[in-house]
């Protein structure tokens, strides 16, 4: 989907800020945000991709106002409540609970009876020997299909329509446009295609510079 | 009562709360989870570990060229399971930079947790489009006659950078000569340099 995430090539975000000392954590939180994600995905709840559409579908204005974090948790929530593992009734309430003075709320949480595990990264592997074989071989030209479709996908918009060569085969990967809705893996191949920087911003370029991504097969075509 | 609670950390904070209460009692949550993952991320995975990598690669040119070729294998050397690293090399004539414009894919099991800044929209933004400007409000600067490499991680892949041995490498051992590898130049927005004698 066009949405807010696709950020690449946009205007008017100023310089990039740093932090010195950073610290893996802001506040404790941050890590509960990311346990729980770990969790759900690692639980079969649901997968990658439909995670990272759940996040392209706040409301855009949210979105760059949430930090990375409340984005997760956004996220998290939304899909929990679309599959039927909370409801927004008993979220709102237990929210309240911690709100309300005095917290007793904690005293309402139980231990898990059968605490589930973190998944093995095998599980969560995204490798997959797609069908059929390579359509395109490495150092072909390429252009990127022109496509604006309201669902989930990783052609970002900087790149549609645009001509680039085959630098890589990447092997077979989950198809991220079906495995986000629910309509399977459907394994494609994946191929590190350069781009030329003219031929993404024009004139307004840099010079000597090139993008690569990391593309679909279904996203190319033969130039 | 919602986001437009007065106190937005307060309401976000206890939104957590009520989630991973419910989640721990539902079974979804095992009931260490939040502390493996903080442990984890303070103290046993961090940019230590790309940072190791690279220190062995600039002494030992075969473990370089696996670094680059077979990176699951040369991670493997290191004790590290990971799959799904590309290792991408600076030189004299290509300088390399790491991006993810869609939301803000990072190498977490080699590098750790991204800075902020990674996952802001001012570098998702520009990293694409200017990366040279970017580089200089990094203070690296890179003569327009050596090509950028922007790598954008659109798909699972993850993308780190080899960088440039720096002058003075030889003296060192590979631990020493890793704690001068900052995450910085893992992502490709800083050259590593070493203290003067």
Same mark, same amino acid.
């Given at each position: ?27 404790p939180?941050?890590?509960?945000v ?6 759900s995905?690692?639980?079969g709840?649901?997968n ?5 559409h ?5 409301a ?14 956004d ?5 929990l ?12 309430a ?121 593309l ?8 | ?19 991973e ?12 989870a939040?502390?493996?993952v ?15 990598a ?7 040119? +075969? !473990? =370089?060229? #696996?670094?680059?070729g *077979?990176?699951?294998?040369? %991670?493997?050397?290191? /004790? ?19 991006v ?21 929209? +001012? !570098? =998702?933004s #520009?990293?694409?489009? *200017?990366?040279?400007?970017? %580089?200089?409000?990094? /203070?690296?600067?890179?003569?327009a ?10 798909a ?19 631990e ?5 590898v900052t ?10 340099r070493?203290?003067?004698?």
């Open positions: 989907m066009d949405g807010i995430h696709d950020l690449g090539g946009m205007h008017g975000f100023g310089p990039v800020e740093r932090e010195e000392n950073e610290p893996p954590f802001h506040a939180w941050e890590a509960a990311v346990a729980m994600m770990r969790a995905r690692g639980g709840v649901f990658i991709d439909e995670f990272r759940s996040i392209e579908r706040m855009p204005a949210e979105y760059l106002r949430s930090t990375y974090y409340e984005r997760w948790l996220g998290i929530t939304r899909l409540v679309e599959k039927g593992v909370v409801s927004t009734a008993e979220l709102a237990r929210t309240e609970s911690f709100l309300a003075p005095p917290a007793t709320a904690s005293s309402t949480v139980r231990p898990a009876s059968a605490p589930a595990g973190g998944g093995s990264p095998a599980d969560l592997s995204f490798f997959r020997e797609p069908s059929t074989p390579p359509r395109f071989a490495v150092g072909e030209a390429v252009v990127t299909r022109h496509v604006h479709r309201t669902g989930h996908t990783r052609l970002p918009r900087y790149a549609r329509g645009k001509r680039g060569e085959i630098a890589a085969h990447r092997g077979g990967h989950v198809f991220p446009d079906t495995n986000a809705h629910g309509r399977g893996e459907q394994p494609q191949h994946v191929y590190g295609v350069r781009f030329d920087a003219r031929e993404l911003w024009g004139e307004a370029a840099e010079p000597n510079a090139h993008v690569y991504l990391d679909w097969e279904s996203y190319l075509l033969p130039a | 009562m919602g986001k437009n609670h007065p106190n937005v950390d307060e309401y976000v904070v206890s939104r957590v709360r009520a989630l209460s419910l989640l721990l009692e539902k079974g979804l949550l095992a009931p260490d939040v502390d493996r903080i442990s984890r991320y303070e103290s046993s995975t961090g940019p230590m570990l790309g940072a190791r690279v220190a062995r690669a600039w002494r030992d040119a +075969a !473990y =370089r060229r #696996r670094l680059l *077979e990176s699951a294998a040369a %991670l493997g050397d290191l /004790g590290m399971k990971y799959d799904r690293l590309v290792v991408v090399e600076n030189t004299p004539a290509v300088h390399n930079m790491v993810c414009t869609l939301c803000s894919c990072y190498p977490w099991d080699v590098m750790g947790l991204p800075p902020t800044w990674y996952k802001t929209p +001012a !570098y =998702r #520009r990293a694409v489009s *200017e990366p040279r400007t970017v %580089l200089a409000e990094f /203070g690296v600067t890179i003569p006659e050596r090509e950028v490499r922007v790598w954008d991680s659109s699972e892949l993850r993308y780190m950078v080899l960088p440039l041995k720096p002058a003075g490498a030889d003296t060192l051992d590979e020493a000569l890793a704690r001068h995450r910085e130049a893992l992502i490709g927005v800083a050259e590593v070493l203290p003067t004698a």
